[in-house]
């Protein structure tokens, strides 16, 4: 299980993130939402410790991530994805995968990112990279250069590349931005086949409400680096606040807060909830 403990950052005078408890539990997908400058990017910062806290923890199974490097925490099995600093470009699609399962095997099969030795388990590694290349829709691809891939590839082999590191825990931060049209349901497929493994938790950053409605099982929003509501998708997408925040009903009617909130700045793609 994953779990922060008062996570706090400040910048400054700015508390980003504000003593945020939460725990995420194996075999769910929980979508963070907020109003834009809520403290969720910055959440997924410093869980996966691409910035360092001011206070609090992060814990894995237990163990305090808190003091690790962000490659530290990837190797104890928080994989981000799209940070798109892991691909080797100027090797091939299959190459890169190859590496990752093969950095990842425990025991004699642990020989690091060595590209070039011959292993007796070579036929294993490239099996396993295969049948990952094909689950991410990249197997007709295995050949071709990184560095020549469509972007939308590119964040595919990413998430291959996850998963051949074994991850535990799959950081999603707006997973289809920037794709077009016919990228964007790859990514979206990719992510429901992860759902599909109850080993695995899923942390998703997704303004589009109707993509939260589909994937998430639970549902947390962050305001002001606060964490003001967390529970199953249909009650915190009815809750006074996430209304207020990104639907735009007012507080006089929902009468139940005393701070007023951004409008609305998640996009409720078709229409719903309008
Ligand atoms: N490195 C930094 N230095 C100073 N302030 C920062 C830094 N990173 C984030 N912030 C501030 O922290 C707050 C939270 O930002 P963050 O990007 O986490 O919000 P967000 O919820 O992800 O927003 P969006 O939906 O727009 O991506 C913002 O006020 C932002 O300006």
Same mark, same amino acid.
């Given at each position: ?49 691409? +910035?360092? &806290?001011?206070?609090? =923890? #992060? ?7 808190? @003091?690790?490097? !962000? %490659? ?89 590349? +996850?998963? &051949?590191?074994?991850? =535990? #825990? ?7 931005? @920037?794709?077009? !049209? %016919? ?92």
């Amino acid at each position: 299980m994953l779990a922060t403990k008062d996570l706090t950052i400040r910048f400054g005078g700015h508390v980003a993130v504000n003593s945020v408890t939460c725990a995420f539990q194996p075999g769910t997908l929980t979508a963070i939402v907020g109003p834009n400058g809520a403290g969720k990017t910055t959440y997924f910062n410093l869980i996966s410790g691409q +910035l360092k &806290a001011s206070a609090g =923890q #992060v814990t894995l199974d237990g163990r305090d991530l808190s @003091g690790l490097s !962000a %490659a530290q925490r990837t190797r104890a099995g928080l994989g981000r994805a799209f940070q798109l600093t892991n691909l080797f470009p100027k090797l091939t699609v299959l190459e890169n995968v190859r590496l990752a399962v093969q950095a990842a095997r425990d025991g004699d099969h642990r020989r690091g990112f060595n590209l070039w030795s011959i292993w007796s388990d070579h036929k294993q590694l490239l099996e396993r990279a295969d049948e990952i290349l094909e689950t991410v829709a990249l197997g007709d691809k295995e050949d071709e250069l990184v560095a020549n891939l469509p972007h939308g590839d590119q964040r595919k082999l990413e998430v291959a590349l +996850l998963m &051949a590191l074994d991850a =535990q #825990v799959f950081m999603f931060d707006e997973p289809t931005a @920037g794709m077009n !049209a %016919a990228e964007a349901p790859v990514i979206l497929n990719l992510i429901r086949k992860l759902k599909a493994d109850a080993s695995k938790t899923i942390l998703l950053v997704e303004h589009k409400m109707d993509v939260v409605r589909e994937l998430a099982d639970r549902i947390i929003v962050l305001h002001n680096g606060t964490l003001v509501a967390d529970g199953k998708p249909a009650e915190v997408i009815a809750s006074p606040i996430v209304q207020e925040a990104y639907l735009g009903v007012s507080a006089d009617r929902t009468g139940e807060r005393e701070v007023p909130l951004p409008r609305p700045e998640l996009r409720v793609v078709n229409g719903s909830g309008k």
